[in-house]
Every structure is written in structure tokens, then in C-alpha cells.
């Protein structure tokens, strides 16, 4: 760092997109903080990219428009970026880099901690291994969510995966326990009217006493977009590994994200990567995603569900394919479903969520839950290969237990899948109608569930 | 004869229609009893369902209720706090504005020159300050060779602002940035003798 920091340099050698190169600069440190001044006394923020040959590159986080290489001084503030951090900070309001954004005054800070987060030492970890009830039956069902887990929603252009997360944020719960819980939504390049929905929906509901929100909106500057998804997390953790709360980060879009960190690369002149995103694209990504997790002697968690729309719905697209080598499943929004009037329109043939299988059973949800859900999994698999054979051989080609599987996924996708925006189901009412589902099928058909399930559940017509 | 036979024909009909209406009455009560009972269950479900829907809608507005006046409270709370700081803010400043610039005044500006040429590496540098500062900073300038005196005078609390000659460089070490750096630190330290924080 630049010593006590403070000094302020006035030789801007030029301004190249969001990157400003500074002359003559000594001690200056990456990642180091720095105000820039324009002409008019206003002040942007950025952080140092590169040092060397007594040049700084400086990113400006409020973008460079207006700036002049002549009238522009930078101030190195001789510290990184850091959030101020305390109890204080649920229900707020703040900006894309932090900063209040509801009228109401700074947090009074117990302390002040690097965005970049510390690394979590990976001895330390301990498995995931409990429940997080969200209230939407396909996620709690089939594709459950566990305290301490990293699960994206792989979504597309226009669908609704921001309602799904307003929704997530609004109901989820921790059951079975007093512990504290708590929800960080970082909204990243989002429009207008998207943050105010969110905002308004967490108010209305009463949520946003236990949630802190962080919306950095389409017209705020991109690049500030590298900085939001960072102070979200900062809290999380502070929440969940200062004050033992279980802690859900709904990060939407981070598409948005890996756009920003594509306009940098090419302002930095880097050789771009796939789709011109840059080749560090993997190791950025899961610089966010890896500050998910529980700890050993810690009591609370950070469980992540970062949502990401697909360009052109495409699932190998680097930003979900980088995605998913990094977190524990995803949820995949289907186009077919969206466009039938389906919500949430979640494909659960193409979703997974790895680590259910250890949240989820006797003690956590109920002991029949995974052999219901892989029941359910198979009986819609079946129902979708019957629909696929009933487009070639017409209805009346099927067998009595075709149209009994057929009339199942129907079933699925009307009473299990959709589901209003404002309700919140239990578990146990999501097992119920799965059950409901299963119980269709004649018994010969039930293969995956124990015989005790099936007298104690099966409901005969 | 003729019509006793007819007698006994329509007298058997009326029997025999009798019997069929006792009996379709008989069986429509029992479908009614069986129908009644059977949807006892059925009903007694709904009923709990519109209990339970009933108790979860409760539950939904007790919460939006009790959320959002814990919210106001709490921002009623932040702003009173606000409020109090800034006095303090207020108050302190103008005790340092209208401070005494004899005795120990001398070394605090000589520190600050201190560390704000260590900072910029040089002590060829120009010093700015205010009005009231100006005596006290000048006569300490003698022991900063190739330091000067800028006549600019600038508007500050007190201390200094120091730039080096060819303009490049700038530390500014006045009062108020110094507390514009410390300033959360301050403010937390305000709020805890109101019992806010750590």
C-alpha cells in the first residue's frame, strides 16, 4: 500500500474505457483504492489493476465519462476496498459498491472488512448437510437446497427467474432450529423497475428486516458490477461467521457480471477467451462462488443461489458451463414450460442439486422424501418419453398405463410445479403432492419407494 | 265381476308402485345418509384447509405488520442517532475551529509536516493552509529545506496541505481531511457513548 495513503497524483498519462493509467506513482498496491477527482470536485471510485514502471492502471468503478487526462487528479487511498459491516446493516438499502441507497444515514460499523474476502481454509470446511426450505415445492422437493450449499438458477432472457428469486428471498426459512436467518440479495445490472419490484416485495412482506439488498441497476456504471456480487458476500459472511446466522445470497444476474469483467478485458488489451470473455473467467468466478460454505466451530452458513440468464438459452455457453464446474447442481428454467404459462418453470429433468441427498431424510425433512422425489424423477422421465410417443402414434396408440404416466406429467407440471408467487408451501405439503402424483400409478408401478412408504402414503382413490 | 278384476288389477299396481317408491325412497335415503357420511372426511379436510390457509394468511400479515413497524422504529432509531452524532460532529469542530494556535498548536502543524513530506518523499515542496495557520505554519517551514509558504490561502479547519513542486504530487494533511479519513471510526466511537455498536 501507498504508505498511510492519501497522496493525491495529477499526471493522468491517458483514459482507456473504465481504465485510467496514472504517471510517476510510487508505492501504489494492487487492488489499492483510489479516488478519482474530476474538474468539478466530484469523486469516482476505483481500484488499482496493475502497477509498474511508475504507472498505475486504475479501474474506475463509476466510469470514465466526463473525465479529462488534464483536470483529473487520483487519490490513493493506501487500503483496499472495504464494506462497514454490522447487525446494523440488515434491513438496509445499498447501492451497487455499498453505499446507502434508502435515505437513511451509513451503518454505525463494528468493523470494516475487505470485499475480496478472506479465503475459506478448505480443513475447515464442514459438509453441507442441512435443510433450507424455500417454500417452492419443485426446489424443496426435488431439487433441495442445503445450508452451506452453492446452487445457480440457469435461466434465459425474459423468463422468470427474478420473480423465483424475489419469491426464495421472501419465504425461505431455516425449520427445526432457533438459529438466526437472514438474506443478502445483490441485484447486478438489473432495470429500474426489477430493483424496485424487489425492493418493494421483500418491504410488503415483511422479509426485509432479515434481508439486506444491494441493487446495482442497468444505468449504474458496468463495471460497478464487479464490486457488488463482492460486498454482498463481505456481509454474508460477517452475518454468518460474526454473528452465527444462516445466510442466503441470491446473486441475479451474473450474467451481468461476466459481461462487466468482459469490458475490462478489453479495455486491459487482454487475449479474450471464449466469446471474448476473458481466460481467468473460471478463477474470477469462483473467487464469488467458493465464498459459500459452513466451518467447523462456526455456527452459521453461507448457502449462494446465483442466477445467470443464458445468452440465446444456451447451456454451453462459458458463463453456465463455468458455472456449473464451479457450484453443487443447478436449477434449469425451461423455455417449453415458460411459454405453456408454467411457474416456476423449472425443467427438473435437466436440474440437479448434488447435495441434496445429505439434507434431506429423516431428521432434516421426512424419511420417505428421496425415495418420493426419485420416484417422481422416473414417473416424469417416463411421462415425457410417452408424450414424445404420443406425437407419432396419436393417443389412442397408448396403453392404459401410458396414459396413466402421461396424465401423471401432466398432473406435475399443473399441480406440483405451478405454484403462485405469494405461496409458500411446507414440506410437508410439497411431500403430500408428490404423493398425490405417485398415487396415480398403480402400485406394481412404484419400484423406487419402500413398501412401508407406500401403505403409510399411497392414497387410494 | 269384470270390475273386481279391474279393482284388484289397479289395487295390485298401486301395491306394487308403492312398494317401488317406499323402496327408491329408502334407497335414496340410504344414498343421501351414505353421501352425507362419506363427505364428512371430505369436509372435515376442507374445513381444516380453510383453517390452515386462514392461519398461514395470519401469519403472512403478522409478519408484514410486525416487519415493517420494526423497520420504521429501528430507522426512527438510526436517525435520532444520526442526528446526535452530527452535534457531536458539529460541536467538536467548532471547538478545533476556534482552538488556541499558541503552545502545542506548533507541533501538531510540525507533525503534520512531518508526515506529509515523508508521504511525498521530498521535503521541495509548497505548503498551503489558512489564515489562521499561516504564522504558525511559516515559522515551522525553517526546518523543511526547499519547503515554501504558498500566499493561496485555503479554507480549511487548520493544518496543511502539501504539494510538491512540479505539481504532481498532493498530501493533504489539514484537519478535515484527517478527519474525513477517521471519520467512521469517529462516528463509531460517538455511537457507543449512546450504547450503539461495540
Keep these: 500500500m501507498s504508505g498511510q495513503g492519501g497522496v493525491q497524483y495529477s499526471k493522468i498519462a491517458e483514459i482507456k474505457g473504465p481504465l485510467v493509467i496514472v504517471d510517476d506513482v510510487d508505492n501504489a498496491a494492487f487492488d489499492e483504492l483510489v479516488e478519482i477527482e474530476t474538474k468539478d470536485g466530484e469523486r469516482r471510485l476505483g481500484k488499482v489493476l496493475e502497477v509498474g514502471n511508475g504507472k498505475a492502471i486504475v479501474q474506475v468503478f463509476e466510469g470514465t465519462t466526463g473525465l479529462s487526462i488534464a483536470a483529473t487528479n487520483a487519490k490513493f487511498v493506501g487500503k483496499v476496498m472495504e464494506m462497514p459491516v454490522s447487525r446494523e446493516v440488515l434491513g438496509r438499502v445499498f447501492d451497487g459498491l455499498g453505499r446507502p441507497k434508502d435515505g437513511l444515514p451509513d451503518p454505525i460499523a463494528d468493523s470494516f472488512i475487505d470485499i475480496n474476502g478472506e479465503p475459506m481454509n478448505p480443513e475447515q470446511r464442514e459438509y453441507p448437510k442441512d435443510f433450507i426450505q424455500t417454500g417452492v415445492s419443485v426446489i424443496d422437493g426435488m431439487i433441495t437446497l442445503v445450508r452451506g450449499q452453492k446452487l445457480p438458477i440457469f435461466s434465459g432472457s425474459g423468463m422468470s427467474h427474478n420473480l423465483l428469486a424475489a419469491q426464495i428471498a421472501r419465504q425461505a426459512s431455516v425449520i427445526g432450529t432457533q438459529d438466526d436467518f437472514a438474506v443478502v440479495f445483490a441485484a447486478i445490472g438489473v432495470q429500474y423497475s426489477e430493483a424496485e419490484y424487489f425492493r418493494r416485495s421483500l418491504e410488503e412482506s415483511g422479509a426485509l428486516k432479515r434481508s439486506v439488498l444491494f441493487l446495482n441497476t442497468a444505468d449504474d456504471p458496468a463495471i460497478e458490477r464487479i464490486i457488488t456480487p463482492r460486498v454482498a458476500l463481505t456481509v454474508a459472511e460477517y452475518l454468518a461467521f460474526e454473528l452465527g446466522m444462516h445466510v442466503l445470497v441470491i446473486l441475479t444476474d451474473m450474467t451481468n457480471y461476466a459481461e462487466a469483467l468482459r469490458e475490462i478485458s478489453a479495455a486491459r488489451e487482454e487475449v479474450p477467451g471464449r466469446k471474448g470473455y476473458p481466460g481467468y473467467l473460471y478463477t474470477d468466478l469462483s473467487t464469488i462462488y467458493e465464498r459459500a460454505g459452513k466451518l467447523n466451530g462456526k455456527k452459521g452458513s453461507v448457502t449462494q443461489v446465483p442466477i445467470l440468464s443464458m445468452p440465446s438459452d444456451d447451456i454451453t455457453h462459458p458463463i453456465p458451463d463455468l458455472t456449473g464446474y464451479i457450484t453443487e447442481g443447478q436449477i434449469v428454467l425451461g423455455r417449453d414450460l415458460f411459454r405453456q404459462g408454467v411457474y416456476p418453470p423449472v425443467n427438473i429433468l435437466m436440474s440437479l442439486s448434488r447435495l441434496m441427498k445429505d439434507g434431506i431424510g429423516e431428521g432434516s425433512t421426512r424419511a420417505d422424501h428421496g425415495e418420493i422425489s426419485n420416484q417422481v424423477y422416473d414417473a416424469y422421465s417416463r411421462a415425457q418419453e410417452v408424450r414424445a410417443l404420443a406425437g407419432i402414434v396419436g393417443k389412442a396408440g397408448l396403453t392404459d398405463i401410458d396414459l396413466k404416466y402421461m396424465d401423471l406429467g401432466d398432473m406435475f407440471e399443473n399441480q406440483f410445479l405451478s405454484q403462485a408467487t405469494d405461496e409458500n408451501r411446507t414440506i410437508e405439503e410439497t411431500l403430500g403432492i408428490l404423493w398425490k402424483l405417485v398415487s396415480k400409478l398403480p402400485k406394481n408401478e412404484i419400484t423406487k419407494i419402500k413398501d412401508k412408504y407406500v401403505e403409510q402414503y399411497y392414497q387410494e382413490e | ?198
Excluded: W
Design chain 2, 1 to 198: 265381476m269384470a270390475s273386481s278384476t279391474l279393482e284388484n288389477t289397479i289395487n295390485k299396481i298401486l301395491d306394487q308402485t308403492e312398494k317401488t317408491i317406499i323402496s327408491d325412497v329408502e334407497s335414496a335415503l340410504h344414498d343421501s345418509i351414505t353421501t352425507l357420511e362419506n363427505s364428512v372426511p371430505k369436509l372435515e379436510q376442507e374445513f381444516d384447509k380453510i383453517i390452515s390457509d386462514g392461519k398461514k394468511e395470519a401469519d403472512k400479515i403478522e409478519k408484514q405488520i410486525v416487519g415493517s413497524a420494526d423497520l420504521e422504529a429501528r430507522n426512527k432509531q438510526l436517525m435520532a442517532l444520526e442526528d446526535a452524532v452530527t452535534r457531536v460532529f458539529e460541536k467538536s469542530l467548532d471547538e478545533i475551529k476556534n482552538a488556541d494556535r499558541s503552545g502545542d498548536y506548533a507541533n501538531l502543524i510540525k507533525s503534520l509536516l512531518d508526515d506529509a513530506t515523508k508521504i511525498l518523499g521530498t521535503t521541495n515542496v509548497v505548503v498551503h493552509t489558512n489564515s489562521k495557520d499561516k504564522d504558525v505554519v511559516s515559522s515551522t517551514l525553517s526546518q523543511f529545506p526547499g519547503a515554501e509558504l504558498s500566499s493561496e490561502l485555503v479554507d480549511c479547519l487548520g493544518g496543511v496541505i502539501v504539494k510538491s513542486k512540479d505539481g504532481a504530487m498532493t498530501f493533504d494533511n489539514s484537519i478535515d481531511a484527517r478527519i474525513d479519513r477517521l471519520k467512521p471510526l469517529i462516528r463509531k466511537e460517538i455511537a457507543s457513548k449512546f450504547g450503539v455498536g461495540n
